[in-house]
């Protein structure tokens, strides 16, 4: 199917590492992205990882992907309450220009 | 360059009426993406265009929504006639897509929240 899975909720406390998970179907997918939304706001891209890459770092952001599982994950240290928001992993399909989502996953952190 | 424009940023209206979303590209982008959001579906592409041609419209629900780029700047996604089941945000996003088959990321715009009462 088309489906890109991810978990629905995620609380964390200030200072705490989150990591939020997705599983993809297409194996030919040639990009995979971290788009963030906030609260009445549009997506805005995160990050990004090409399919041959392992592993991504940007500042706070750390995106782990495992082709063989078909698992994309986004790690993101010492998070902050201005962290808070949707999480959505997307997949860019080999043909065409199509971005499929996950549902999205909302994060939550505590002071 | 002032990102992706959408109009309205909010519509209510009534079941039956006709409601006409706007969006415009970041200029040079030649790829434009139609996305519904809703608490039930997430988000859904419903169509997108690369050079003002329709390349994939199998996500439109049903003949009550059309979708139109006249030219590279400015695409429009009606409903006529609108139901309330139609009620979500409305989003559009732009990218560049070079020769062959690859793309740059997706810009979105801030949507448009669309109420059908």
């Known amino acids: 199917g088309e489906d890109v899975e991810q978990s629905l909720f995620l609380s964390v406390r200030e200072g705490d590492s989150s990591v939020i998970n997705c599983t993809y179907t297409?194996?030919?997918?040639?990009?995979l992205y971290w788009y963030k939304q906030e609260p009445g706001a549009g997506l805005q891209l995160l990050t990004y990882?090409?399919?041959?890459?392992d592993m991504k770092q940007d500042q706070r952001l750390t995106v782990l992907l495992n082709k063989k599982d078909k698992h994309l994950s986004l790690r993101i240290a010492d998070t902050q309450t201005g962290d808070s928001a949707i999480y959505f992993c997307?997949?860019?399909?080999?043909?065409?220009?199509?971005?499929?989502f996950g549902q999205g996953t909302e994060l939550s952190v505590k002071p | 360059d002032a990102g992706v424009i959408q109009s309205p940023r909010h519509e209510v209206t009534e079941m039956g009426q006709e409601v006409t979303l706007r969006c415009k590209p970041i200029?040079?982008?030649?790829?434009l993406f139609w996305y519904r959001q809703t608490m039930m579906r997430g988000l859904e592409l419903l169509i997108y265009?690369?050079?003002?041609?329709?390349?994939?419209d199998s996500g439109m629900p049903e003949d009550r929504f059309s979708a139109k780029m006249p030219n590279a700047s400015f695409s429009t996604l009606k409903i006529q006639p609108s139901e309330p089941r139609d009620s979500a945000v409305y989003f559009c996003?732009?990218?560049?897509?070079?020769?062959?088959?690859?793309?740059?990321?997706?810009?979105f715009g801030q949507g448009t929240r669309l109420t059908v009462v």
């Open positions: 996003a732009s990218s560049l897509k070079f020769l062959g088959q690859g793309y740059t990321e997706a810009f």
């Open positions: 297409d194996s030919s997918s040639t990009y």
């Open positions: 990882i090409f399919s041959n890459m």
């Open positions: 997307a997949e860019r399909r080999n043909q065409g220009g199509k971005l499929i």
């Open positions: 200029s040079g982008h030649n790829s």
């Open positions: 265009f690369n050079n003002n041609v329709p390349i994939d």
